[in-house]
């Protein structure tokens, strides 16, 4: 039976079945017509009696019809059932984002109410939308419920709720009272933790917390006055206090009365597993004779501290805790990005330009026309702009990266390449080291009048591009048609506290990756500081920064984002070595700049 006929079926079983019964009754009278009225009541009885089970058969057809058409029952089920209200209690981990875990970062990101202690707004800000965070001091005066309070309002209206707790919470007693407020109203809790401040911060200082003789590790409040002090001068103890920087003096001084010996290594990590961790390591003589400091650390106390020779892996990154700046064009800046954060940096994006169409479109167009009627040899592309304003163009008429068939491409920088990929052209000349124009014209093969038939090149170009490959080609035999695809229109300038950085040297570098980045970063907010290292992509970016009264302090060997950043990160590393050698301490630019501006 098909599904239309059992939904009739199912719709109207009682009036079809009776009918259906009807003829039943009067096959017998057919038979034996007019003979025994009495034995034609009893059957008739019977045909009444088989009507029940006959009203049920159709019964299940309809039970059965719906998952038949395909509807998932169980989903209408959870569906229809009221959810009871909640709050996510979530750890924000010891400081990097990336720490917290992936529930916790999916709840965040789902979240229309994330209630977040002060210092882990960043972590907030990293996986949940700006309108959804909400801030809170948890050392402000008030109990754990009025603290509590507008998550629990907003879980009772139907909200999801996430209460993102700054470090480790099972370490405070903030957890419990929060829980126990929320439960009390009737809504229902989870809790998701994260990477601890216990083992993640000294995982990222460089040692264990065992090892050695150490084989026990205690955790303490640095404001217990009823920690047994005797009990944590044997070699096996290794004593943490997650937050004693600020009374390390008084710590120090308890252990020396103890017995702990002078000697004994003590560690303090400020800012742990972020960009700004800074660990320090003394002795417990020396601790105890050190002012006083306000700020608070981890503190370890033990032998393990030793294993930092060994297992220092963070802090020793190439550009740990650099700020540096990109100021940003419309190509791709993600790579770079990527692996400026891998070596510990923080890039800050600043864009410096918009393209717009050419003025006078009818150059481009005409040009494009030729791409499909043959009149070009090569067309060559230097940055992905130009392959996006032709491919923009080339899809106006309908076409597509078929266009380009029997041409040959020539392209200059990863970015360009990985545009044209992305449109479905591959280039045939790509510079395999110097990814610049300069280097495009080095590679490119002079014109044969036998091997190549046409003698025209289709260079598309931003209005305020330099003439280097042009006038190349042109020495090689080949006729240019150096064409504006588009043009370049300065953004507006960064916000002020961007601006303030810039010029007071508070971004350790800045790197340029073309002259038309150069130009607009001066234009829109002046030249960097004197003490901020500029690094330039090639050649002809360092020209410009030079010709704007910049002093060049980076040029990238490999014309690449690759490249640009492995000589900033060179280039880091002999700084900190000079500043070890020196003993002077601080290694960042943006730590120890020098008056004045910068001259070429």
Same mark, same amino acid.
């Given at each position: ?31 034996a ?20 089970p006959a ?9 059965v019809?719906?998952?038949? /058409? ?26 990097e ?14 979240a ?19 309108e ?46 929060e ?10 809790? /989870? ?38 002090w005797?009990?944590?001068?044997a070699?096996?103890v ?64 033990g /032998?393990v ?44 994006e ?11 479109p ?18 060559g ?18 076409l ?24 479905g ?11 610049s ?6 590679v ?7 091997l ?22 042109? /020495? ?57 290292i ?51 301490g601080e ?14």
């Amino acid at each position: 039976m098909s599904p239309n006929k059992r939904e009739k079926a199912a719709g109207s079983s009682v009036k079809k079945t009776t009918s259906k019964k009807a003829p039943a009754k009067k096959a017998p009278a057919k038979k034996a017509p007019a003979k025994k009225t009495a034995a034609q009541k009893a059957p008739a009885k019977k045909t009444a009696a088989q009507k029940a089970p006959a009203k049920k058969a159709p019964a299940k057809k309809a039970a059965v019809a719906p998952i038949d /058409e395909g509807n998932d029952v169980p989903s209408v089920r959870r569906d229809s059932t009221p959810q009871m209200p909640s709050v996510s209690f979530v750890a924000a981990g010891p400081g990097e984002p990336e720490l917290i875990a992936h529930k916790g970062a999916k709840l965040l990101s789902e979240a229309q109410l994330v209630l977040v202690d002060k210092p882990a707004v960043h972590v907030a800000e990293a996986f949940a939308s700006p309108e959804a965070i909400s801030v809170i001091d948890p050392d402000a005066s008030g109990t754990s419920a009025d603290r509590i309070k507008p998550a629990i309002d907003a879980a009772k209206v139907g909200k999801s709720v996430v209460r993102l707790m700054a470090g480790d919470p099972a370490l405070g007693a903030n957890l419990l009272g929060e829980v126990s407020a929320v439960r009390r109203s009737k809504v229902d809790v /989870e809790i998701v933790p994260a990477v601890s401040d216990v083992t993640g911060i000294p995982a990222y200082a460089g040692y264990g917390l065992l090892g050695g003789k150490a084989r026990e590790v205690r955790i303490l409040d640095a404001q217990d006055s009823g920690i047994k002090w005797e009990e944590l001068i044997a070699p096996r103890v290794t004593s943490v206090f997650p937050t004693g920087a600020g009374r390390l003096a008084q710590i120090a001084k308890a252990l020396l009365d103890a017995g702990k010996p002078a000697a004994t290594a003590v560690a303090v990590t400020r800012d742990g597993t972020t960009v700004d961790q800074h660990t320090t390591v003394t002795t417990l003589g020396d601790a105890a004779e050190n002012a006083q400091s306000r700020k608070n650390g981890f503190v370890v106390v033990g /032998e393990v501290v030793e294993q930092r020779d060994r297992l220092d892996w963070f802090e020793r990154k190439a550009l740990v805790g650099w700020r540096v700046l990109i100021p940003r064009t419309q190509d791709n800046t993600a790579t770079l990005v990527a692996l400026l954060r891998r070596l510990g940096a923080v890039p800050s994006e600043v864009a410096t330009i918009s393209v717009e169409p050419p003025r006078t479109p009818q150059q481009v167009e005409r040009a494009v026309h030729g791409l499909v009627s043959g009149r070009y040899e090569w067309v060559g592309f230097t940055s992905a702009n130009a392959v996006r304003a032709v491919r923009e163009k080339i899809q106006e008429y309908g076409l597509d990266a078929r266009s380009f068939a029997g041409l040959k491409i020539a392209a200059c920088g990863a970015g360009t390449v990985e545009a044209l990929i992305e449109f479905g052209v591959r280039p045939d000349l790509v510079p395999t080291e110097d990814q610049s124009t300069s280097g495009l014209a080095d590679v490119w093969p002079p014109y044969d009048s036998l091997l190549d038939p046409i003698n025209k090149v289709f260079l598309p170009r931003a209005d305020i591009a330099t003439d280097t490959l042009a006038a190349g080609l042109t /020495e090689l035999g080949w006729e240019v048609e150096d064409i504006t695809a588009f043009r370049t229109v300065r953004a507006a300038p960064p916000p002020a506290p961007v601006r303030e950085a810039i010029k007071t040297g508070g971004f350790d570098a800045v790197m340029f990756t073309s002259s038309s980045t150069v130009r607009n970063l001066v234009g829109i907010a002046g030249k960097p500081h004197q003490s901020t290292i500029v690094a330039c992509i090639g050649p002809n970016t360092a020209k410009t920064a030079e010709e704007h009264g910049l002093r060049v302090d980076v040029l990238a060997q490999d014309s690449t984002p690759e490249g640009l950043v492995a000589a900033l990160a060179e280039h880091g590393l002999l700084l900190r070595q000079q500043v070890e050698e020196a003993g002077t301490g601080e290694w960042r630019p943006s730590k120890r700049k020098a008056a004045g501006r910068r001259k070429s």
